[in-house]
């Protein structure tokens, strides 16, 4: 009986390998039935839709650059009917201009040049007038020349770039001795600071990036770009979250003996030092990331404001800046306050955490502050308000993550996350960044 039953399966199985008809090819007969229906529908030349009345127009001014006599437009069509520029006007007059297109499809860019003795420091309107007699207009508040991309622009962009990235986060860090000293409930409200200060951060990414998308006229989604950044930025975090996971079990199971021997004490301060440090270190890396991204997001603005000739750059305005992103250092810091990176060790280690700890600590530095001067070559050379509003959601979404990642070492004995010391250090932390940031005037 028992033979039997087993009989139809074993030769059920040969059939499937034997490869009649795959798998594969059953999942790709719903597609194969789609095509089929959209090309009939293309074929029949699109029955019932057919478009009636004047055709819809959005054209979107990315970038205006202005050189000698000339003032340059960087369009593109974010409407579904193609678009024709067919007149320019600066300050209610016509003027001459050139074009690299004559007709702009749907998604498609083009680049006007209008031929205009402009002078330095006036404003001026620009107006184009399209085939349908639509208009798409822009207005240049104080007209200053488009810096030329050479080595002394870039050099330039570097230098505000550390400025106001890589020197005020390495400045902040240099609070670890500090935090190191101080009581482990205070840690705990810093770690709580930092959570304040991220959402402050993140908050502040999500209204940039909205911004920059109202400007761009909903190119290429608009808004939703700042959303779906946020989504990547957040789901590739759990991505890199899960590796340091693997590397660190990884790592316990090649050096079995220590754990054990750390166990066998009772829970002995050196062992919960081992433990608290491995996780602190990879909570800070992802720290340092969710404030690099925002900071790439922080340098695109910069360097895209400076080459329009809007920004101040003034010594109040990178004071500002330092202060304002120095806190963002005691954030990375505060995790690895007990952990072997931050030199919370036994004295007989310290040594071997000296050499270990300072590049590790430096790199966590650049990670969040380097990203400013990519953002500034970015912002000032290539810049694209669809570009922007993606970036700052990637900040957005890299920072929620990391809040997640954090709030669990807030919680009391009781198990409450917003017990009295962890609000009175989220307040603090938006606070904070509140206050240092009215000190940035763009």
């Known amino acids: 009986m028992e033979a039997r039953s087993h009989a139809p399966s074993a030769s059920g199985a040969e059939a499937d390998r034997s490869g009649k008809r795959p798998a594969w090819l059953a999942g790709l007969v719903p597609l194969v039935v789609l095509a089929a229906a959209i090309a009939l529908f293309v074929a029949l030349d699109a029955p019932g839709l057919d478009r009636i009345g004047v055709a819809e127009e959005e054209i979107a001014i990315e970038r205006t650059v202005l050189n000698p006599g000339e003032i340059e437009l960087r369009l593109r069509n974010d409407g579904a009917d193609p678009v024709e520029i067919r007149q320019a006007i600066v300050n209610d007059g016509f003027t001459e201009f050139t074009q690299t297109s004559e007709s702009i499809g749907r998604l498609g860019a083009n680049t006007i040049k209008i031929q205009y003795p402009w002078l330095e420091g006036e404003a001026y309107e620009v107006l184009l007038l399209t085939s349908t007699g639509g208009t798409v207009d822009t207005a240049i508040d104080v007209a200053v020349e488009t810096p030329d991309a050479d ?153 895209s404001a400076y080459a329009i000739g809007s920004l101040a750059l003034g010594a109040a305005l990178i004071v500002g800046f330092a202060i304002h992103n120095t806190t963002e250092g005691l954030a990375i810091v505060a995790p690895v306050a007990n952990s072997p990176e931050g030199g919370g060790r036994p004295a007989d280690a310290a040594a071997t955490s000296g050499r270990r700890r300072l590049p590790r600590l430096a790199l966590l530095g650049l990670i969040a502050g380097a990203p400013a001067v990519l953002g500034a070559f970015i912002g000032a050379s290539a810049f694209n308000t669809s570009l922007a509003a993606f970036l700052f959601g990637l900040g957005a979404g890299a920072i929620a993550q990391v809040i997640v990642q954090i709030l669990p070492s807030l919680r009391d004995r009781a198990g409450r996350v917003l017990h009295p010391l962890a609000v009175g250090g989220l307040l603090a932390g938006i606070a904070v960044m509140y206050v240092t940031g009215l000190l940035i005037s763009a």
Not at 167 to 190: A, N, Y
Not at 195 to 216: K, M, R, S, Y
Not at 291 to 297: A, D, E, R, T, V
């Open 151 to 303: 080595l002394g622009f870039y050099g330039l962009m570097a230098l505000i770039g550390l400025y106001v990235g890589v020197i005020p986060v390495g400045i902040g860090m240099l609070w670890l001795p500090w935090v190191r000293r101080i009581d482990p409930r205070w840690v705990q409200f810093l770690m709580a600071l930092t959570v304040g200060l991220l959402a402050f951060l993140g908050i502040d990414a999500i209204l940039e990036g909205i911004e920059f998308a109202g400007e761009g006229a909903s190119v290429f989604g608009g808004p939703v770009l700042v959303y779906v950044g946020a989504i990547v930025a957040y789901l590739a975090l759990v991505g890199v979250d899960g590796i340091l996971r693997r590397r660190q079990g990884r790592s316990s199971a090649d050096h079995p003996a220590s754990g054990s021997a750390g166990s066998s004490g009772g829970g002995s301060p050196g062992a919960e030092a081992g433990a608290t440090g491995a996780s602190g270190f990879k909570l800070a890396l992802l720290i340092a990331i969710g404030i690099g991204l925002h900071n790439l997001g922080e340098g695109l603005a910069i360097g």
